[in-house]
């Protein structure tokens, strides 16, 4: 299902969304920073990945309402839809075990992956993007930047 735009299509910059909005990841905050970043990212192809609950595909029908934005709804495995996108981003609550992080930068593919409440014991760096996990502008900006020529 698409929402917005003509299609993310083979020659814009696809950017892979977990949309997932549950007790391992926050797709809505992750929406409502696409909200704030949307002027930057006209541009782009979004594919959300795991927009499966009603709360989730409301706001995205809202997002793209509101601003326009080309938004494709994935039903295939985030892993496979990170395959082919230049920007991976999610919001992780614990751990980043559910996603394809590895396999993303295997393909030197750029994640942002902010982690809510990092377990103990997570390894260094894991609170680094600790403001974006909780903080739709500073997620916004930081996937603004990451898009930056």
């Known amino acids: 299902m698409e929402f917005g735009g003509s299609g993310s299509g083979t020659s814009r910059l696809r950017i892979a969304l977990d949309c997932e909005?549950?007790?391992?990841?926050?797709?809505?905050?992750?929406?409502?920073?696409?909200?704030?970043?949307a002027p930057r990212l006209r541009s782009f192809g979004l594919v959300a990945c795991n927009a499966l609950t009603p709360p989730v595909r409301a706001a995205i029908e809202y997002l793209v309402w509101e601003t326009g934005l080309d938004v494709q709804v994935s039903h295939a495995p985030?892993?496979?839809?990170?395959?082919?996108?230049?920007?991976?981003?999610?919001?992780?609550?614990?751990?980043t075990s559910h996603l394809p992080l590895a396999s993303a930068r295997q393909r030197?593919?750029?994640c942002i992956a902010p982690v809510q409440f990092p377990r103990a014991g997570a390894p260094f760096g894991a609170s680094?993007?600790?403001?974006?996990a909780?903080?739709?502008?500073?997620?916004?900006?930081?996937?603004?930047?990451?898009?930056?020529?």
């Open 21 to 37: 909005d549950s007790e391992r990841s926050r797709g809505l905050l992750l929406i409502s920073a696409l909200h704030i970043a």
């Open 78 to 95: 985030l892993a496979d839809v990170v395959a082919d996108a230049g920007l991976l981003v999610a919001v992780a609550v614990e751990d």
């Open 108 to 110: 030197r593919i750029p």
């Open 128 to 132: 680094v993007l600790a403001r974006a």
């Open 134 to 149: 909780h903080d739709p502008a500073a997620l916004a900006a930081r996937m603004v930047e990451a898009l930056a020529p």
